[in-house]
């Protein structure tokens, strides 16, 4: 059963708009959270994270929410530019240190 | 070089054949993860170590699927008798601890069983 759900498989943005992607989580006792973009054939390389005592982190156009009263994580981009465009995957990891991760969201910011 | 790397990158075989997958981490990384992600769906997770030990086996999707580390190093992911629905990219990834730190990706091997 799938722990971490990225519901919308793709989103398409015009450059210089944001980008909000969401991630939903059924694990209240997850404890870290992180946010990985994915171009094709490369590995996922890590974008942002948020641990579970705070509720928001930014770190330049990248933003990560946490609202943990409804197990939801969204990474805002903004603004958006076509190299963004990657496949996101949500991550969030457990008290035993496993890591549980989204389907993934391909963005397309077109230019 | 000073990413996590893996071998081979492309591997094609046929439908009852063993495969092992290679893995080398970043030097000094005493945690490694597996997983994998076929088409369409996302990250699994199969498998990871602390050191050489493997505290939990339970992602691993059948008895078909094994796992070793030696030295704290390399890691061999082992798929016996492979079926179709084997065919994946599996990843592995590296990091400092299974503590509060990231995980390093290596670029995956893309797995095809006919």
């Known amino acids: 059963d799938q722990q971490v759900k990225q519901n919308s498989p793709s989103l398409s943005v015009q450059e210089g708009r944001i980008s909000i992607l969401n991630c939903d989580y059924t694990?209240?006792?997850?404890?870290?959270f992180l946010w990985y973009k994915k171009y094709p054939a490369e590995g996922p390389t890590f974008l942002i994270s948020i641990s579970s005592i705070k509720d928001k982190n930014e770190d330049g156009r990248f933003t990560v929410f946490l609202n943990k009263s409804a197990k939801h994580l969204s990474l805002h981009i903004v603004p958006s530019q076509p190299g963004d465009s990657a496949v996101y995957f949500c991550a969030a990891r457990s008290r035993g240190g496993q890591f549980y991760f989204g389907t993934g969201t391909s963005l397309t910011v077109i230019p | 070089g000073a990413g996590v790397s893996q071998s081979p990158s492309n591997k094609v075989t046929e439908k009852g054949k063993d495969v092992e997958l290679r893995c080398d981490p970043i030097?000094?990384?005493?945690?490694l993860y597996w997983y994998r992600q076929s088409l369409g769906q996302g990250l699994e997770f199969l498998i990871y170590f602390q050191g050489n030990s493997a505290p939990d086996k339970s992602g691993l999707p059948s008895d078909r699927f094994s796992a070793e580390r030696t030295g704290g190093s390399v890691s061999t992911l082992t798929i016996q008798r492979t079926q179709q629905e084997d065919s994946a990219v599996y990843l592995c990834?590296?990091?400092?601890?299974?503590?509060?730190?990231?995980?390093?990706f290596g670029p995956g091997t893309r797995l095809l069983v006919l």
């Open positions: 990834a590296s990091s400092l601890g299974t503590s509060l730190t990231l995980q390093y």
């Open positions: 694990n209240s006792m997850f404890d870290y």
């Open positions: 030097s000094g990384h005493t945690a």
